[in-house]
């Protein structure tokens, strides 16, 4: 397979976005995003991407000259628009607005409104926990589960991310969607003709099913049954109904070239633990958690796998499938 540098893969990315119509700053931003993930060993948020990515572009599903911008703002709290562009160069000015609110105020909360698929939800986070703070990331996407009790798809699969500074090594990062198993990884498997495990999905007709492709024509099965689907309706409101950006219901699916423009929404909250406890106590508290934790032989730290993976790939390149890698060298042109 072939094996590309972290940089000569972004680099790829880069020239593919922009030869869809993105512009520099959003082309370097996505870019940059998408092969972090493919270094940190999550290949259905990285450069697999690009083609779906590169097609929304060309059929006006994303804006590539889009200028993301904060339009309300009140203490603590703002509202960034998106634009319609793709979500990161947004999402990275939400992360700043939020860093400097909760400098001032102590905590804030940044939504994002008129977005698109923002990758992965803790990539975003890193800047909070450089800067000394809490951080959560949450956001929606285009139905793809049925609510507790229901059938048809209503909410996304709306992944929620958290990271926690410490006094000496990396952040705690928790990131997880709401799905039983992420519907990237049953796009990948369905575009390689495998199956996906049990229990993870509902063909269109409710039944329970492994076919890959049935999966995403279904409806995904929440994490924990009805209580994985609640805390998908509490990421819902809180990334939509606060920001004004469409439910997943409203959202035609990320996966297909054709379709409305996704609109959908992210959000942002960062809290300054020296405004709290203060951080010398924050940052006692969080080792003592962790000590205790690690009194098991064989516990992870949440993040940590990720951490070595992208190191790893820094050091010896990142592995693509010989068809990802003929179709962004014909992307990019």
Same mark, same amino acid.
């Given at each position: 397979?072939? #094996?590309?540098?972290?940089?000569?893969?972004?680099?790829?990315?880069?020239?593919? %976005?922009?030869?869809?119509?993105?512009?520099?700053?959003?082309?370097?931003?996505? !870019?940059?995003?998408? $092969?972090e993930?493919?270094?940190?060993?999550?290949?259905?948020?990285?450069?697999?991407?690009?083609?779906?990515?590169? +097609?929304?572009? =060309?059929?006006? =599903?994303?804006?590539?000259?889009?200028? +993301?911008?904060?339009?309300?703002?009140?203490g603590?709290?703002?509202?960034?628009?998106?634009?319609?562009?793709?979500?990161?160069?947004?999402?990275? %000015?939400?992360?700043?607005?939020?860093?400097? =609110?909760?400098?001032?105020?102590? *905590?804030s909360?940044?939504?994002?409104?008129?977005?698109?698929?923002?990758?992965?939800?803790?990539y975003?986070?890193?800047?909070?926990?450089?800067?000394?703070?809490?951080?959560? !990331?949450?956001?929606?996407?285009?139905?793809?589960?049925? *609510?507790?009790?229901? #059938?048809?798809?209503?909410?996304?699969? @709306?992944?929620?991310a958290?990271?926690?500074p #410490?006094r @000496?090594? &990396?952040?705690?990062?928790?990131?997880?969607?709401?799905?039983?198993?992420?519907?990237?990884? *049953?796009?990948? /498997?369905?575009?390689?003709?495998?199956?996906?495990?049990?229990?993870?999905?509902?063909? &269109?007709?409710g039944?329970? $099913?492994?076919d890959?492709?049935?999966?995403?024509?279904?409806?995904?099965?929440?994490?924990?049954?009805?209580?994985g689907?609640?805390l998908? %309706?509490?990421?819902?409101?809180?990334?939509?109904?606060? $920001?004004?950006?469409?439910?997943?219901?409203?959202?035609?699916?990320?996966?297909?070239?054709?379709?409305?423009?996704?609109?959908?929404?992210?959000?942002?909250? *960062?809290?300054?633990?020296?405004?709290?406890?203060?951080?010398?106590?924050?940052?006692?508290?969080i080792?003592?958690?962790?000590?205790?934790?690690?009194?098991d032989p064989?516990? #992870?730290?949440?993040?940590? =796998?990720?951490? /070595?993976?992208?190191?790893? /790939? &820094?050091?010896?390149?990142i592995?693509?499938?010989?068809?990802?890698?003929?179709?962004?060298?014909?992307?990019?042109?």
């Amino acid at each position: 397979m072939p #094996r590309l540098s972290p940089a000569a893969l972004r680099d790829l990315a880069e020239r593919a %976005l922009r030869r869809a119509g993105a512009s520099a700053a959003m082309a370097s931003a996505a !870019a940059q995003a998408l $092969t972090e993930a493919d270094a940190q060993g999550l290949g259905s948020h990285g450069v697999a991407r690009i083609p779906q990515y590169a +097609a929304h572009l =060309r059929n006006g =599903r994303a804006v590539g000259d889009a200028a +993301a911008d904060v339009i309300r703002s009140r203490g603590g709290a703002a509202l960034v628009d998106a634009a319609g562009g793709l979500a990161f160069p947004a999402c990275a %000015l939400a992360v700043a607005e939020a860093i400097r =609110r909760a400098r001032e105020f102590g *905590v804030s909360f940044v939504g994002v409104t008129n977005s698109h698929h923002f990758g992965v939800a803790a990539y975003h986070l890193a800047p909070v926990a450089a800067a000394a703070m809490v951080g959560l !990331a949450l956001g929606n996407s285009p139905a793809a589960m049925a *609510v507790a009790g229901g #059938r048809h798809p209503v909410l996304g699969t @709306n992944p929620v991310a958290a990271i926690f500074p #410490r006094r @000496n090594g &990396a952040p705690l990062t928790i990131d997880l969607s709401l799905s039983q198993g992420a519907r990237g990884k *049953v796009m990948i /498997a369905a575009k390689e003709g495998r199956a996906i495990p049990p229990g993870w999905a509902l063909d &269109a007709q409710g039944n329970p $099913t492994t076919d890959a492709r049935a999966a995403l024509s279904g409806s995904m099965l929440a994490m924990g049954g009805d209580k994985g689907a609640v805390l998908a %309706l509490v990421i819902e409101l809180l990334a939509c109904a606060l $920001t004004g950006a469409a439910m997943g219901f409203e959202a035609d699916s990320f996966l297909v070239d054709e379709g409305n423009r996704p609109g959908v929404g992210q959000a942002f909250l *960062v809290i300054d633990p020296a405004a709290l406890a203060g951080m010398p106590v924050y940052l006692e508290r969080i080792e003592a958690l962790i000590a205790e934790m690690e009194q098991d032989p064989g516990v #992870r730290l949440p993040g940590y =796998r990720r951490d /070595a993976l992208s190191a790893a /790939a &820094a050091r010896d390149g990142i592995e693509i499938g010989p068809a990802l890698h003929r179709q962004l060298i014909e992307l990019a042109g």
